[in-house]
T-cell receptor, first 112, second 114 residues
């Protein structure tokens, strides 16, 4: 298995909803990431988990809450989002430093 | 402050010819560079990478060149094929034990015409 699987592929949520994005990999990678990509912009890092511990938080608002239940799973909990949070949310994993990430296909999030 | 820049937002090339994509960076701590290809509504796909100890890496039709003194790298695709039409992102990272931040350039949209 050489993939990063993200669910759901599409999500529409209201500003008062609570939802979660899920990411799974079975490649034994010990670093996992959340990126956000707006249209016609490059991906921007949100969070890095290294060995299941949060190692980087790029000053992301608290309405985004990451969770790493085990070495294969990464969640992003969403609460009270704003319309400007609508974007493609990408999960990625890597085995160690200086290896190319493997990205998932993303969750297209629309906040209404 | 954009640490990784791709100054050409788009590139159009004839099928069979060479595509050359350029990328410049400012952070001298970057020691690993990657190129990703992205189709709409999909995640980026890793293409090729290069460590700062090398100046060239080749994989099939893709070759990446690194000029450390100029803080410049380029991706050559030859021959270009219609399926290569996509957005290409240059990315850079600095070594850490685990869990690297990738800094992406703004992307170059490549159109390969049959």
């Amino acid at each position: 298995d050489t993939e990063v699987t993200q669910t759901p592929k599409h999500l529409v949520m209201g500003m008062t909803n609570k939802k979660s994005l899920k990411c799974e990999q079975h490649m034994g990678h010990r670093a996992m990431y959340w990126y956000k990509q707006k249209a016609k912009k490059p991906p921007e890092l949100m969070f890095v988990y290294s060995y299941e511990k949060l190692s980087i938080n790029e000053s992301v608002p608290s309405r985004f809450s990451p969770e790493c239940p085990n070495s294969s799973l990464l969640n992003l909990h969403l609460h009270a989002l704003q319309p400007e949070d609508s974007a493609l949310y990408l999960c990625a994993s890597s085995p160690s430093a200086n290896y190319g990430y493997t990205f998932g296909s993303g969750t297209r999030l629309t906040v209404v | 402050d954009q640490q990784v820049k791709q100054n050409s937002p788009s590139l159009s090339v004839q099928e069979g010819r060479i595509s050359i994509l350029n990328c410049d960076y400012t952070n001298s701590m970057f020691d690993y560079f990657l190129w990703y290809k992205k189709y709409p509504a999909e995640g980026p796909t890793f293409l090729i990478s290069i460590s700062s100890i090398k100046d060239k890496n080749e994989d099939g039709r893709f070759t990446v060149f690194l000029n450390k003194s100029a803080k410049h790298l380029s991706l050559h695709i030859v021959p270009s094929q219609p399926g290569d039409s996509a957005v290409y992102f240059c990315a850079a990272s600095a070594f850490k034990a685990a869990g690297n931040k990738l800094t992406f350039g703004g992307g170059t949209r490549v159109l390969v015409k049959p």
